[in-house]
């Protein structure tokens, strides 16, 4: 699911997605004034595919956890999960979501199993 390099294109395509979404809750919502100001550098160097290197941690600013401010905006709380996975060289977001589909199908199984054992 996750490789040693960043797939630049889908990367690319987000990080715009993302930066216009953070500019246009920036007048209603000044915590996404704040992470544009703070991410705009590594948002342009994605935008203009000059990121290679993944960055472990990704990014995923408090203002996105479940208290903040901004996790109640579900497209712009989505768009920052993708650009976050993307960011620590997810090989694709499609890649990501049929991990998760097969974990949980597994996960179901898994708990059937122990249903039927117990």
Not at 14 to 42: G, I, M, Q, W
Not at 52 to 77: N, S, V
């Amino acid at each position: 699911m996750f490789e040693d390099t960043i797939n630049k294109t889908e990367l690319s395509k987000v990080a715009k997605e993302f930066k216009e979404l953070l500019v246009k809750y920036s007048t209603d919502y000044p915590d996404a004034k704040n992470v544009l100001s703070r991410a705009s550098d590594v948002l342009e160097k994605a935008i203009n595919q000059k990121l290679t290197t993944p960055h472990p941690k990704g990014f995923f600013p408090e203002e996105f956890w479940e208290e903040g401010m901004l996790f109640q905006l579900d497209d712009l709380t989505e768009t920052n999960a993708q650009f976050s996975l993307l960011l620590k060289g997810a090989a694709s977001i499609d890649t990501v979501k049929k991990s998760v589909y097969e974990i949980e199908k597994q996960a179901e199984v898994d708990e059937q199993d122990f249903r039927e054992k117990t």
